[in-house]
């Protein structure tokens, strides 16, 4: 069992920064995928990063946001920076068991409550 704390989101305007954390329970946290997602009101849960020995993106994030991981820590991070409006959502971590890291949802095993990201224009 894992168990996902995310923090760090807030409420910014256009063309800032924001750093969220996501803090993991467990022994074997070097072993799970980690994976950011977002999801805006009315829309699906999307994919915006993930990371295992290599790093993941979504087209709409690429070069705007970095995904990284401290194994000592047990923490993922996600830097968001150049934020737009669209990027206004409630941001989940998520952790896979696994060799391979996926951009599906229904892939991960372990959820965080999410933190709410707003940018302003």
């Known amino acids: 069992q894992v168990q996902l704390v995310e923090s760090g989101g807030g409420l910014v305007q256009a063309g800032g920064s924001l750093r969220l954390s996501c803090a993991a329970s467990?022994?074997?946290?070097?072993?799970?995928?980690m994976g950011w997602f977002r999801q805006a009101p009315g829309k699906e849960r999307e994919f915006v990063a993930a990371i295992k020995r290599t790093t993941y993106y979504s087209d709409s994030v690429k070069g705007r946001f970095t995904i990284s991981r401290d194994n000592t820590k047990n923490t993922v991070y996600l830097q968001m920076n150049s934020l737009k409006p669209e990027d206004t959502a409630v941001y989940y971590c998520?952790?896979?068991?696994?060799?391979?890291?996926?951009?599906?949802?229904?892939?991960?095993?372990?959820w965080g409550q999410g933190t709410q990201v707003t940018v302003s224009s």
């Open positions: 467990g022994r074997t946290f070097s072993s799970y995928c």
């Open positions: 998520a952790a896979r068991m696994g060799v391979s890291c996926y951009d599906i949802p229904g892939k991960y095993d372990y």
